[in-house]
């Protein structure tokens, strides 16, 4: 082994060992590692590997100069000169990168780069004698005097951060049970979404959802009012009992007493014999009363009566029948205006709004709509046995400036469309309704222009903060700002920011 160091060298690894001492992040120590072998060795698109504890895949934790996510790339044990290097814990080295048919370039980092003028290095990372992960990076060849000596430099950094690397792995499996953890105590849902918005909503719905407590759900047309509804059934104790839906605006005032409470045979015409309410039949349940704000004076008053006395009484009927029902109201009316203006009973108000649950309207919900698209995109591609796959960046674009006045049933009947349309497997802006592809000048023309391009900076900036905090990861950079890392890479694309000139800026800070 050679192991005479020059005073550069011992510097490098001097500034390393140093670099373990700061209170950073165990991430950030070792993307300092990198920064170091690059500034002082000479060693360019440095990276760090770990090998998953669960899996046995080793996966990228730690780039400087390749342009990917952390956890994009993974390797099998023996697959490539990393994967053999993991599965052997013996270092490789390759004077001529052209020439090695093992060198996967998985990163892509190297596709445009003269390889014949590059050498590659690529040892393992002990920890109590076992191997824990992998360092590579690439030097130019006419800087390499010995492949020997190289190896011996960088198994020398590796021995070094073993014990980082062995934390980082440790912390990345409790990461991933934490979150294994956290998804197993989220109740179960359909809703979709990771806006702050949403997950307040799924939030307020674990708290509530055990209990017997009347929720009463406010939104928009279109938000998912019922799908919410459904959520706080099904993660209920009643949940093995019936859910029964009634819309309250969509039933004549007639029917809607004999609907919600039954009638006996011979009550009014037609009755030819005696029927259950939904109250009955949801007895050991949960009734949903959506559009709530619609019931009649009268069914206002019956229904006020049920949930003081937990009874019901059907039409034509003297005897009353005792019900266990859990009832969940929505409606998209401000109730207590309603109140205010003598339209709805304040007693029954105040019985319904004991919990009450706000969905945001789509139009606030920004980091979900390429989320529900998505989804809606594979759903209706099914449905219609279509190949339909991705939305083009053009119709991202559309979907993401649109105002979505009908909600979350809007884009749904937007995306059926446009998977219909679609002749091949993506959807174009062409393919959604005519509303979406008006720009907002042809509908507010003058309108728009200043306050569009202050509210344009101001999101570049808050983006372009967030990858100079993340070094240029784009995913940690979507974690940052509470949202996507598709739609991060899509704003990227967007305002035209080069997300690696942010890879050195850390250094370069350091260096002034």
């Not at 940690?476 to 598709?486: C, D, F, P, S, V």
């Amino acid at each position: 082994m050679v192991n005479e160091y020059g005073y550069a060298e011992l510097k490098a690894l001097y500034e390393i060992a140093r670099a373990f001492t700061t209170p950073d992040e165990l991430k950030d120590q070792l993307q300092k590692v990198l920064d170091i072998m690059s500034a002082s060795l000479g060693m360019e698109r440095g990276m760090i590997s770990i090998i998953d504890l669960k899996t046995g895949y080793i996966v990228l934790d730690v780039a400087r100069g390749v342009n990917v996510q952390t956890g994009d790339v993974t390797y099998l044990l023996g697959e490539g000169i990393t994967g053999k290097v993991a599965e052997t814990g013996r270092p490789i080295a390759v004077a001529n990168l052209s020439k090695e048919t093992h060198f996967l370039d998985r990163t892509g980092a190297r596709k445009e780069m003269e390889r014949n003028e590059l050498a590659f290095l690529c040892v393992p990372i002990f920890f109590q004698s076992r191997v824990v992960g992998v360092l590579s990076a690439d030097k130019l060849s006419r800087h390499v005097q010995s492949l020997e000596r190289e190896v011996d430099l960088l198994a020398a950094v590796a021995e070094l951060t073993g014990k980082a690397v062995h934390f980082r792995a440790v912390s990345e499996e409790n990461r991933s049970l934490k979150k294994l953890l956290a998804q197993a105590k989220r109740p179960k849902t359909q809703l979709i979404g990771r806006s702050k918005g949403i997950q307040d909503v799924m939030r307020l719905v674990d708290q509530v959802a055990e209990t017997n407590s009347t929720v009463l759900i406010y939104g928009e047309t279109g938000t998912g009012k019922e799908l919410v509804a459904q959520s706080l059934h099904e993660n209920s104790p009643r949940a093995k009992n019936q859910l029964v839906r009634v819309n309250c605006a969509a039933m004549p005032e007639s029917l809607l007493e004999s609907e919600l409470f039954g009638h006996e045979k011979g009550a009014f015409t037609g009755a030819v014999s005696r029927r259950k309410g939904c109250f009955e039949e949801a007895h050991g349940g949960t009734i949903f009363l959506d559009e709530i704000g619609e019931l009649s004076p009268m069914a206002q008053a019956k229904l006020l009566r049920v949930l003081q006395e937990k009874e019901v009484q059907p039409l034509g009927s003297s005897r009353v029948i005792r019900v266990d029902v859990r009832v969940v109201a929505a409606t998209n009316k401000d109730l207590e205006h309603e109140v205010a203006k003598g339209t709805f009973r304040s007693d029954l108000y105040y019985r319904l709004n004991v919990f009450p649950v706000f969905i945001p309207p789509l139009r606030e919900r920004g980091p979900d709509i390429l989320l529900l698209a998505d989804f809606f995109v594979a759903k209706y591609a099914r449905e219609f046995k279509k190949e339909v796959k991705r939305i083009s960046t053009s119709a991202i674009d559309l979907l993401m400036s649109y105002h979505w006045p009908g909600n979350v049933r809007e884009l749904e009947n937007c995306i059926e469309r446009a998977v219909l349309l679609a002749p091949a497997d993506t959807i174009e802006a062409h393919h959604l309704p005519p509303t979406l592809q008006m720009k907002p000048s042809d509908i507010t023309e003058g309108k728009r222009g200043k306050m569009d391009i202050l509210v344009s900076n101001f999101e570049r900036d808050l983006i372009t903060d967030a990858l100079k905090d993340s070094r240029g990861n784009q995913a940690q950079a979507a974690r940052i700002l509470g949202t996507t890392k598709r739609i991060i890479q899509y704003k990227i694309k967007k305002y035209e920011i080069d997300p690696s000139r942010f890879q050195n800026a850390h250094q370069e800070d350091s260096a002034h």
